[in-house]
């Protein structure tokens, strides 16, 4: 999968994928991240790429000319399947919204900074709008990289244990059980003794149990109509 963002600060995004998971999956070749300066397609030689916003008010606004030729510029040697731009009043994302995410091939992000971007780009460019949460970050990058790591490490082969995306909290609209490794007794504190027991139908019985009592109390509204 190959994921492009366009950004005015693409350093924000070299951590976050340089290490574990996301460093391995592009190790494999299973993702392709491609970082882009906005300000290499600035209009003067100063490196404009905002400006003051019509009406009045503070806050400066990504202008549509630097960006639309950005985009322009990549789309002439890739077709994108969603053009995305990481805002606060975008749709939240999810865990369905990564799982659908992953299976596109080829993904632009555009991460706003500032008061966000012309409003005109959104309406003839941006095919999806996504939050990550409803608090305001000072720029999209590290929204972006939260929507792709979620989405990285849900590509076929990133993870060594293939099932182990599948239990994740959200998968199936139940949080995690709890989890416990060695020793057994840590302080006088008990590992579940049906952990230790061998048995895999009761493990996965007492697995779903908690899950569905975990997401009961902290989160009903997963729940539904059950
Ligand atoms: N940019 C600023 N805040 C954001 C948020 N909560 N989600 C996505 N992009 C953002």
Redo the contacts with the bound molecule.
């Keep these: 999968m190959h994921i492009h963002i366009i950004s005015v600060a693409p350093e924000l995004l070299d951590s976050p994928f340089a290490h574990s998971i996301m460093k391995r999956a592009k190790e494999k070749g299973l993702l392709h991240i491609h970082t882009h300066n906005l300000r290499d397609w600035a209009i003067n030689k100063h490196g404009q790429i905002d400006d003051y916003q019509y009406g009045g008010g503070a806050g400066m606004v990504i202008m549509c000319e630097p960006l639309v030729n950005a985009i322009e510029a990549l789309q002439k040697d890739h077709q994108f399947d969603e053009i995305i731009y ?3 009043d ?1 749709d939240t994302f999810n865990q369905q919204a990564a799982n659908q995410l992953s299976l596109k091939g080829n993904i632009l992000i555009i991460c ?1 900074h500032y008061k966000g971007i012309d409003q005109r780009i959104r309406d003839h460019y941006i095919t999806k709008e ?4 409803d ?3 000072s ?2 990058e590290l ?1 972006a990289a939260v929507v792709v790591d979620a989405i990285g490490r849900l590509l076929p082969g990133v993870l060594n244990d293939e099932t182990s995306a599948l239990t994740d909290s959200f998968q199936d609209n139940l949080l995690a059980p709890p989890v416990y490794t060695r020793p057994a007794d840590f302080k006088g504190w008990q590992v579940p003794e049906i952990l230790l027991q061998g048995d895999p139908k009761k493990v996965a019985d007492w697995r779903f149990e908690q899950s569905f009592e975990r997401t009961k109390t902290r989160r009903p509204d997963l729940l539904g109509d059950i």
């Design positions: 990481m805002t606060p975008g706003g996504i939050s990550i949460g608090y305001v970050l720029g999209g929204a």
